[in-house]
DNA sequence: GCTAGAAAGCTAATACACGTAGCCAGATCA
DNA sequence: TGATCTGGCTACGTGTATTAGCTTTCTAGC
């Protein structure tokens, strides 16, 4: 009968450290109560049902990542920024591949993710300031990062390269093959 | 107490109409039963169990979208193809967003898949030969399609995009980015 | 310090889903 | 025709989500 002082960011904790440790599959209210000592049913007093706390880990896990691609485009510019970017972007789903099979595809169609995919897109969209592009211009490089990254990303972190070798370097040639489609101007001379 | 004349290839056609009509989470044993117009547990008589199933669509899905990608590349040689094939791979997965979600991707880690998966890659193999590419390089140019196909494809398929617009256009420059990373030899002077 | 009420836990019960066991009828074939 | 195999069924056990309603603990105000 001691309470177990949970809250819902706990209670996300604790779904987190469940979805690293078993798989997203794995994320389901009996485990998660378990987890926390508690019954399933008393979880509802933090969380609205199963979907609730799904959309609550996709929150955290984009917020989370976001202040990995600041911290990694923070101190550098042009060419160098956005490299660095896509590279954290690419180690943050190989190091935690569950985490970011929670991430939601289409953030910024949901209201609750919203704030948080505007702020991950903020980013990457200041990374490649230097370059002044068009409104339109901007879209679609902006869109073609986000398709080599999460392209890389959801294939890499779910296993789905058939060897292992080289990976690396095949990220590097993409990042080369995007940087190389960019229009030379201002940000170019700055590498 | 009429016999339904189930088989397995039957049940799979139901599944797959259902995942198309409900979307990829609405595939349960119980509704492809119902769609059969059986009870749940006669299915067993057809599929091991649901994983069974859902390993089933995924070879389907799989080996109609390399017979897509196959007829796309058909008559058409160097850039074109290439071109064509990239191009039919998003057609699909846009036209059937909730088969192109049952496609594992992994498919070279897993037996059940393994065959349909690597006729897949020989497509694509196949379009590239005119570059002659070394074993190495062969590597991380078919990675890298894969990664803008499939980059490209899951993002729209799962309404990722923010805009609706231009999405073909931003297909286009990334098929072009890609096409211009080749390297320059044989296969660029037949375009 | 006492007490009212909110908050956080619990058990019990419902609704589905997967999967197993075992029965029965219809098809097939000697 | 009759034996056997096959494909259907019902009944059941387990696991999960979710709701309802009870009880206990914490907290605020007096």
């Not at 953030?107 to 300031?129: F, I, K, N, T």
């Not at 080599?148 to 070798?165: M, N, Q, R, V, Y």
């Not at 080289?166 to 940000?187: F, K, R």
């Amino acid at each position: 009968m001691p309470r177990a002082g949970l809250t819902p960011d706990r209670v996300v904790d604790a779904a987190i450290s469940l979805v690293d440790d078993r798989g997203l599959d794995a994320l389901t209210l009996a485990a998660v109560a378990e987890r926390c000592g508690v019954a399933a049913p008393s979880l509802y007093k933090h969380v609205s049902n199963l979907a609730d706390l799904r959309t609550l880990v996709g929150v955290r896990v984009l917020a989370e990542m976001t202040d990995r691609l600041a911290a990694a485009a923070m101190g550098r510019s042009g060419p160098d920024a956005v490299g660095s970017v896509m590279r954290a972007y690419r180690d943050y789903a190989v190091a935690h591949p569950a985490r970011y099979a929670a991430m939601p595809v289409d953030p910024l169609h949901q209201p609750e993710y919203a704030a948080a995919g505007q702020r991950l897109l903020d980013v990457m969209r200041a990374a490649l300031r230097p370059w002044r592009l068009s409104d339109a211009q901007m879209v679609h490089t902006m869109r073609a990062a986000r398709v080599i990254t999460h392209g890389f990303a959801s294939l890499e972190s779910a296993g789905g390269f058939g060897l292992p070798e080289d990976l690396d370097e095949s990220y590097e040639l993409l990042i080369q093959m995007y940087l190389t489609s960019l229009p030379l101007t201002h940000a170019a001379q700055e590498s």
